[in-house]
């Protein structure tokens, strides 16, 4: 058994329950493929579930898909990747700025809390058979003739128990990265200045106040700049949907109390661009913005190479946060009613924004590796490679449908979710998150990744599965097939659901030889010390002496 | 900037400008009468959404190939989507149905035959029931 130190451990229990997250998500995101491919196909095994529903008629096939649907996003994204992206932070924020995190009594507390809240939202969905999918539209949420009125209560809840800590962990993140502690500490508005790149922009117009610290983050690493400017979308995101939620619960506890409240007092469009302003937060910004800083601080780090044009880099990083605040509107092209003016602007062309900054974001970073050669491809470098292989493929899908013209035959058709949402997230996201764990390992732990073999059957099986899985979904979606619909059989889509089925248990393959090498890696016992209690280590260790 | 990475931002602009050209020109065939006229529609039909049910026009809809035709749907409760679908399920466009407003397209068939309607938006569990064959006939 290894020594691994205190926040080493925390960091390692994060990943180990964003991986059972991941493994749950991907349990349910097979389901529904087999039950799209195959309506009747999970029949037997929900009657079984169905003797642990506190409900009161069995629920329709229908109704099970759509409340597996609605918790499948939660426990993929604040499950899978919001515990990982903690989990690295909480490691690799204090680690590149030499100090500790400042209030270390909240790392166990943001652990627990967001456990809980995804729990509870996937509670929601799996016994409360919410259904009201993470779109939550109003006045769906609140429509109680079809989502179940504890159900909706439940998951605002438990959305407001994830957003909460989300802001609770963004605090501890500014936090130590402000603390006076810092060598070059910054107050909280020197901080937002630079985020916003007002003190960059200064300098280029020539009117730098050479008296101010270093405000465009030169003093700090690259990697720092993109995961503070990614949290202050994240801190947006988390108060918007903090408002959706708590609007949720208003409505549901007014129903409890047999007083209820009317729907329409809600004006369904206003509502509908705050929620995606500040759900897009995630989609198209924190996302892109952590993913840009670990491939600028990994590729570097496995090549042996300063990143190429990182004053560019830095630049990007400043104008993605204006991007990322102006082109929610992509997600309301379907919307005949949202001024055609918003649909253009913020809906393509500030969508647009993102080909150019990513496109040079991803030019930085090959261009690294290029210039560094011949570089080991190490399992962390073959993993980032197919995270930006992922963004790629996503992002050119991504900005076929954010167009008002081509929209009208792509918006809400597989298409959306697969070939873009879910190569970002499986290919891009997924891959990336791998490689944050072959590289955090020997880090933390000073071991090196057991077997070579299993991480090119990871790789592979992850790739090829993700790969057809998106492009064949993709390709029905082209055919017209819509998301979040069942069609009954027979029907035209059947040999993409067919593919589309195979290619996720490929996926599946994958994760298990990942796990496999992790578990073989790190020894059964280290894997136990994470989960057993410090003291009983001790006791044991002593025992053993 | 290096030269490789200029080059590289300009080839970016280049794409990111030629692709927006073409899909808001009139090469995508409704941008002719969604984007770039005033066309006043020659038919209009009113489309109402309620309780999982699509009603259409007493009179069902029928429109000539090449006529300009004006959709407006509207939703009494949660929000909805007009699809509309050739027989072999391709997509022929599509828009949400937002509750509280009047929803507006315009279309012009250029096939004649029958195309079913379907709604585009998960609106509970019984969406997937939304569905109307041969609502639309178009003739030549």
């Known amino acids: 058994m290894v020594r691994i130190g205190w926040q080493e451990k925390w960091t390692l229990r994060y990943a180990v329950v964003g991986l059972l997250f991941l493994a749950l998500s991907g349990l349910e995101g097979i389901l529904m493929r087999l039950q799209l491919w195959v309506p009747e196909a999970l029949r037997g095994m929900e009657a079984v579930l169905n003797t642990i529903r506190p409900v009161a008629r069995e629920p329709s096939p229908a109704e099970l898909f759509y409340s597996m649907l609605t918790a499948h996003p939660i426990v993929g994204v604040y499950g899978f990747a919001y515990m990982c992206v903690m989990g690295a932070f909480y490691f690799l924020v204090p680690f590149l700025l030499k100090k500790e995190i400042r209030h270390k009594g909240l790392v166990p507390v943001n652990f627990a809390l967001q456990i809980i809240g995804v729990m509870t939202c996937w509670g929601a969905g799996f016994f409360g058979l919410f259904n009201s999918l993470y779109t939550l539209y109003w006045p769906l949420p609140v429509s109680y003739d079809r989502v179940p009125l504890m159900g909706s209560i439940v998951f605002a809840v438990g959305a407001a128990v994830i957003m909460v800590n989300i802001l609770l962990f963004s605090y501890n993140l500014f936090s130590t990265v402000l603390s006076k502690s810092n060598p070059q500490g910054y107050s909280f508005w020197q901080f937002l200045r630079a985020a916003f790149g007002i003190s960059r922009l200064m300098k280029l117009l020539g009117k730098e106040d050479k008296s101010a610290p270093p405000l465009d983050y030169d003093g700090l690493p690259v990697f720092i700049v993109a995961v503070g400017r990614g949290s202050i979308d994240t801190v947006i995101n988390a108060v918007v949907l903090l408002t959706a939620g708590a609007l949720i619960l208003i409505y549901g506890l007014a129903a409890l109390l047999q007083t209820p409240l009317d729907p329409s007092a809600v004006n369904a469009l206003v509502y509908k661009n705050w929620f995606w302003w500040g759900l897009d937060m995630v989609a198209d910004g924190n996302v892109l913005m952590y993913t840009a800083g670990v491939w600028y601080l990994l590729i570097p780090l496995l090549v042996g190479r300063k990143l190429f044009g990182e004053s560019v880099v830095r630049t990007v990083i400043m104008v993605d946060l204006l991007v990322s605040m102006g082109v929610w509107s992509h997600h309301l092209l379907g919307d005949r009613v949202q001024p055609f003016v918003m649909r253009l602007l913020s809906g393509q062309f500030v969508t647009w924004g993102e080909f150019l900054t990513m496109g040079l974001t991803i030019f930085a970073s090959l261009a690294t590796i290029w210039l560094a050669r011949p570089v080991k491809f190490s399992p962390a470098l073959k993993f980032v490679l197919g995270s930006i292989f992922g963004f790629i493929m996503g992002g050119a899908a991504g900005l076929i449908q954010a167009n008002v013209g081509l929209n009208l035959v792509f918006h809400n058709t597989q298409w959306v979710v697969a070939l873009h949402a879910h190569t970002f997230l499986l290919t891009g996201l997924g891959m990336l998150l791998f490689a944050v764990i072959y590289a955090l390992i020997p880090m933390l732990t000073k071991l090196e990744i057991r077997s070579q073999r299993l991480v090119n059957a990871h790789f592979w099986f992850w790739m090829v599965g993700s790969v057809a899985m998106a492009y064949a979904m993709g390709m029905a979606g082209a055919r017209g097939m819509l998301r979040r619909t069942i069609y009954p059989l027979p029907n035209p889509y059947q040999p993409f659901l067919a593919i589309g089925a195979i290619g996720s248990l490929l996926m599946a393959v994958g994760f298990v030889a990942f796990l496999v090498n992790i578990i073989g890696t790190l020894g059964w016992t280290n894997v136990f010390s994470l989960v057993v209690p410090e003291r009983w280590l001790s006791r044991g260790a002593e025992a053993a002496a | ?140």
Do not use: C
């Open chain 2, 1 to 140: 900037m290096e030269r490789s990475e200029r080059l590289w931002f300009g080839l970016l602009i280049l794409v990111a400008v030629v692709v927006n050209a073409i899909t808001l020109s009139p090469m995508v065939p409704w941008q002719k009468w969604l984007l770039w006229s005033r066309q006043t529609p020659d038919r209009s039909f009113n489309i109402e959404f309620e309780d999982y049910q699509i009603k259409l026009p007493p009179q069902g809809i029928q429109v000539k190939v090449g006529e300009l035709v004006e959709f407006v749907a509207t939703s009494k409760d949660v929000t909805y989507g007009f699809g509309v679908f050739r027989k072999d399920s391709t997509m022929v466009f599509q828009m949400q149905v937002v509750p509280g407003y009047e929803n507006r397209i315009a279309w012009k068939f250029d096939t004649p035959g029958s195309y079913d309607v379907r709604s585009t938006e998960y609106s509970g569990p019984r969406h997937p029931e939304m569905f109307i064959e041969d609502a639309i006939q178009v003739s030549p």
